[in-house]
C-alpha cells in the first residue's frame, strides 16, 4: 500500500533555514507585550515622563545633594546633626504634625457624612456643592485675611459675643494654633470632600438596597457595605489631604505665630534660606520634611493594607 506523503507547507511561513520570519516573530512579541500591558500607548507617557523627571526628581536630587553640602564644613551630616541638636529647629516637627494630622483627619472624617448625603439627588444638590467647594477659588492668602477679618480681636464674632454679653473680652482666635488649623480645615476641606465624593460615587447603591433587604440597618449598611469599599478612597484623601497641610507656609505666617507654636518646618526653612542665606540648612529641612511626609505616607498605606485587602477601588467599575 503506498504511503502518501505529507502536503508540503505553504510558501513564505517559514524563512530561511526553517526559521519563522520577521513578520511573525516582530508580532508575536508585540502579543506577548500587549497581554503585559506593554503597547505603544505607553508612548505617551513620555512626555509625562519628562516632566516629572525635569520638574520633580532632577530638584529633589539636587536638594538632597545640596544638604550634604554644609555651609560650615563639618562632614556630610553636619546639617542634620545640627538640626536634630537643636531644641528649637527640632521642634518645628512637633509643631508641623500637631497641625498636619488633624486637619487631614478632620477633613477626611467631615467629609465623609456630607458627601454621602450629597451624592444622591434633591433639589439645591448643585449649589450646596459649589458652596462647600467655594474656598478653593478664594486660595490661602484671601482666607487667612478673612480669618483675620472676622476672627479678630475687633472681628464680628467678637464684637457679637461681647454685645451679647457671653463674654468680657474679646477671645483669641488668631495668631496662635487654633487660627492656623482652622486656615487649614477650610482650604483643605474642598479637596478632601470633592475626593470623597467622587469615591462616593463609584459605589454601585445597589449594593446597599440589597444589604436592606437583609435587613440591614443604615448604620449597618454603613459600616459594614460603604466604610469597608470607601477605605482606598479614604486613604488616598487622607494622604492627599495631610502633603497639602503638612507644606503649611502662608497661614502659620499670616494668622499664627511663625515665632512660637506656629513656627512649622516651612517657616524654618524660608529662615534659613533667605534669612540667614544658609540653602544648605533650607535644603536639609526641606528633605527631611520629605522623609516625614514619606513616613506617614507609608504607614498610612501600610494600615489600609491591613484593614482591607479586597480591590482598589470597590464599586460599579469593579
Do not use: C
Not at 440591614?216 to 449598611?221: D, F, I, L, V
Amino acid at each position: 500500500m503506498a504511503v502518501e506523503a505529507p502536503p508540503a507547507r505553504p510558501p513564505g511561513k517559514r524563512g530561511k533555514h526553517g526559521k519563522p520570519p520577521p513578520e511573525r516573530v516582530r508580532g508575536g512579541l508585540r502579543h506577548r507585550l500587549a497581554e503585559r500591558g506593554v503597547d505603544r500607548v505607553l508612548l505617551l507617557l513620555v512626555p509625562a515622563v519628562l516632566v516629572v523627571g525635569v520638574l520633580f526628581l532632577y530638584p529633589m536630587m539636587y536638594g538632597v545633594g545640596l544638604s550634604v553640602q554644609p555651609k560650615s564644613g563639618g562632614g556630610m551630616f553636619a546639617n542634620y546633626q545640627a538640626f536634630f541638636s537643636d531644641a528649637y529647629q527640632r521642634g518645628t516637627i512637633t509643631k508641623t504634625l500637631r497641625l498636619a494630622l488633624p486637619a487631614a483627619l478632620f477633613n477626611v472624617a467631615v467629609s465623609v457624612p456630607i458627601a454621602y448625603r450629597l451624592r444622591g439627588r434633591f433639589r439645591g444638590r448643585r449649589l450646596l456643592t459649589a458652596v462647600l467647594v467655594l474656598p478653593v477659588t478664594l486660595g490661602t492668602v484671601l482666607v487667612a485675611d478673612g480669618i483675620l477679618r472676622y476672627l479678630g480681636p475687633r472681628g464680628w464674632l467678637n464684637r457679637l459675643l461681647l454685645d451679647i454679653g457671653l463674654i468680657d473680652q474679646p477671645i483669641r482666635l488668631i495668631y496662635n494654633y487654633w487660627g492656623v488649623l482652622l486656615s487649614l480645615v477650610i482650604t483643605g476641606f474642598p479637596f478632601a470632600f470633592l475626593l470623597v465624593l467622587a469615591y462616593l460615587s463609584g459605589i454601585d447603591p445597589n449594593l446597599e438596597r440589597a444589604a436592606a433587604t437583609l435587613g440591614a440597618g443604615p448604620w449597618q449598611r454603613m459600616r459594614r457595605v460603604t466604610l469597608p469599599l470607601l477605605a482606598p478612597g479614604l486613604a488616598t484623601t487622607f494622604v492627599l489631604a495631610f502633603v497639602l497641610a503638612f507644606s503649611v507656609f502662608p497661614s502659620a505666617n499670616l494668622v499664627g505665630e511663625p515665632a512660637g507654636e506656629t513656627r512649622v518646618m516651612a517657616i524654618a526653612a524660608y529662615q534659613a534660606a533667605f534669612e540667614k542665606y544658609d540653602y544648605s540648612m533650607a535644603s536639609t529641612i526641606a528633605v527631611l520634611m520629605g522623609v516625614f511626609e514619606l513616613l506617614v505616607i507609608s504607614f498610612t498605606l501600610l494600615l489600609r493594607g491591613r484593614l482591607y485587602a479586597g480591590p482598589a477601588m470597590g464599586g460599579k467599575g469593579s
